[in-house]
């Protein structure tokens, strides 16, 4: 698949952009590749959540208290806190999602919310679906097999795909590598298990509306990005 080149990419719309996938699927990576290209925004709800309890909002004081509580952020202030992010000038030509939506209730909110900015003159439309497909035992080796150097630039390896010249130690600054508690295998099952139960759901809900498009997230990563850009520039 070909792609624009990128001096025409500069100033088109692009559209609300949503990325799908396991951990490990290599979301992040083609995240900011596609930021990069489009001049958009990456928006995590992590960010914005971060920032407005940062930053002593109405929404920030009312999420904090629940935090401070022990308890999850109710989808109704996360949605709303979204919903003031999107409406940002930066967002206008369109912005990539991630982490949101995690469920079917949210991305029925963002379609509404995209609906709402239809009828009041603004400029999104419905959103381009993009799920990236990972065999399971893939997504097990490139996360498992990450090694992080313990080195503020903290280099990162894989010893399956991309080892150290020599065994747990960094290439760059001759650090120790190590693997993080979170790349643990015993770690790794449980959230692949918890994305099955409460992520996929989000998948079939736009499988159901036509708006799903599968790419083979085992290819290289060059040729992941090439397929990624060519179905936002070809998106209807």
């Not at 100033?11 to 699927?25: F, K, Q, T």
């Not at 209730?105 to 993009?130: M, R």
């Not at 399956?160 to 650090?175: A, E, K």
């Not at 989000?202 to 799903?212: C, I, N, S, W």
Request: some cysteine; proline content about 6%.
């Amino acid at each position: 698949m070909g792609a624009t080149p990128l001096a025409q990419e500069g100033s088109r719309n692009i559209g609300p952009v949503i990325l799908l996938g396991p951990p490990g699927a290599g979301k992040g990576t083609q995240a900011k590749r596609i930021a990069e290209r489009y001049g958009i925004p990456q928006i995590s709800t992590g960010d914005i959540l971060r920032n407005n309890v940062q930053g002593g909002t109405e929404l920030g004081v009312q999420a904090k208290a629940i935090m401070a509580r022990g308890e999850l952020v109710p989808d109704e202030l996360v949605c709303n806190m979204v919903a003031d992010r999107l409406r940002d000038q930066d967002c206008e030509r369109g912005f990539i999602l991630d982490g949101f939506p995690r469920t079917p209730a949210q991305a029925g909110w963002l379609d509404a919310f995209f609906e709402h900015q239809l009828v009041t003159g603004g400029e999104h439309c419905l959103p381009i679906v993009i799920r990236m497909d990972v065999d399971y035992n893939q997504l097990i080796r490139r996360i498992t097999g990450r090694k992080t150097c313990t080195a503020p630039g903290q280099h990162i390896y894989n010893v399956y795909f991309q080892p150290p010249r020599v065994d747990n130690l960094c290439d760059i600054d001759g650090s120790t590598l190590v693997t993080r508690n979170d790349d643990r295998e015993e770690v790794i099952r449980k959230r692949l298990q918890e994305y099955e139960r409460q992520t996929r759901p989000v998948a079939d809900y736009y499988q159901q509306k036509g708006r799903l498009i599968s790419l083979n997230g085992d290819l290289p990563v060059d040729e992941v990005t090439q397929n990624m850009f060519y179905v936002i520039e070809h998106h209807p």
